[in-house]
């Protein structure tokens, strides 16, 4: 009975575990989408052949192998309100004063958006709508183009429906991994000002580490895993209705 009181505790008087949720969603939520559609246009922009693609791809492919720390702590420069380079861009073009950023809670939450996307949609997922992007056929682009497709109609109706299971595959993996941020809101932001950063996963590390509730964190650890099995299988029953296999139509 001791170990389900913690489960109830959490839904009950845990002050903070909807907090810890609804932080964890809006993240999400707004980090997920934001990357998949920046890493599909930066995949097309790539595809196009001129000269020193190859260049351009090693080019924004490199934030993503900056490691995680450096990159909280070089955001939490660059968006520092007195003197972050971004704050003094803003002044010198509107001349008015930039953002808090990471230390007003209005904003908290968009710098570690804005700091997901930076290490993001030139990364891993962009690489995998490359490879899904040279998968399309390109006899379905030339029968498109004879019968006077315009270059949005081809993306319309040939790429985009060709690469639904690419879309499909980053949209799983994105939506895991942003429910599982933790480093970069506990360098930067510890989950503050006034927890406007207080995501699941720096709930559970405070409650194990900070106040040694062990089987509190346990406890809020196997909701999180229920949690994170039910949105994917909601994603793959979902994703019957838009995603196109080529071999399930043969």
């Not at 990159?71 to 003197?83: F, I, K, R, T």
């Not at 971004?86 to 904003?107: D, R, Y």
Request: aromatic share 16%; proline share 4%.
């Amino acid at each position: 009975m001791v170990g389900l009181t913690n489960f109830a505790d959490a839904s009950g008087t845990d002050p903070q575990f909807w907090t810890a949720l609804l932080r964890t969603f809006q993240y999400a939520a707004a980090s997920v989408p934001l990357g998949i559609v920046g890493s599909l246009a930066l995949a097309l922009l790539l595809t196009v052949r001129v000269r020193g693609t190859s260049f351009f791809r090693a080019l924004f492919f490199m934030p993503s192998l900056v490691p995680i720390v450096a990159s909280a702590v070089l955001w939490s420069w660059l968006l520092q309100p007195e003197w972050g380079l971004v704050n003094l861009a803003i002044f010198a073009v509107t001349g008015q004063k930039g953002p808090g950023w990471f230390q007003a809670p209005e904003w908290a939450m968009t710098g570690l958006i804005s700091l997901a996307l930076w290490t993001s949609i030139g990364g891993t997922r962009m690489i995998i709508f490359l490879a899904g992007l040279q998968g399309v056929p390109q006899e379905l682009y030339d029968a498109a183009a004879i019968d006077g497709a315009s270059r949005w109609q081809r993306f319309r109706n040939v790429t985009l429906p060709m690469i639904t299971p690419t879309v499909f595959f980053n949209l799983v993996l994105g939506v895991i991994n942003a429910l599982q941020v933790f480093t970069v809101v506990f360098v930067v932001t510890g989950g503050g000002p006034a927890y406007a950063t207080w995501v699941y996963a720096l709930h559970i590390y405070k409650q194990a580490f900070s106040y040694f509730s062990m089987g509190y964190a346990s406890a809020l650890a196997w909701i999180f895993l229920l949690i994170i099995l039910a949105l994917t299988w909601v994603q793959f029953r979902i994703s019957r209705r838009w995603v196109y296999y080529a071999a399930e139509n043969d």
